[in-house]
């Protein structure tokens, strides 16, 4: 089993900047990448950003250049941290682990960017 929590979401201003963390626990060396997804109201859940244990990152082209992921292996944490927000950035934002016992999500975050 994997845990996942997330922390950071809130309340910015367009323009503004928050960082996401996911922290994971319980099997942690079963996981193969985690990322995080987004779901806005009456919208599907989407891939917002997803890192590898290796190097490698892959983007949502709508979040390409504002948002970096990253991880520290030492703190079993990923982080989001996300620039230049836009009100459409607006969602619950979901961390997600790939492991080899299957997916794993955390309980969701809320970001709120208002105009």
């Known amino acids: 089993q994997v845990q996942l929590v997330e922390s950071g979401g809130g309340l910015v201003q367009a323009g503004g900047s928050l960082r996401l963390s996911c922290a994971a626990s319980?099997?942690?060396?079963?996981?193969?990448?985690i990322g995080w997804y987004r779901q806005a109201p009456g919208k599907q859940r989407e891939l917002v950003a997803f890192i590898s244990f290796g190097t490698n990152t892959n983007y949502a082209d709508s979040v390409k250049g504002r948002f970096t992921i990253s991880r520290d292996n030492a703190k079993n944490t990923v982080y989001l941290q996300m620039n230049s927000l836009k009100p459409e950035d607006t969602a619950v934002y979901y961390c997600n682990a790939r492991s080899v016992f299957g997916p794993y999500w955390g309980q969701g975050t809320q970001v709120t960017v208002s105009s």
């Open positions: 319980g099997s942690t060396f079963s996981i193969n990448a």
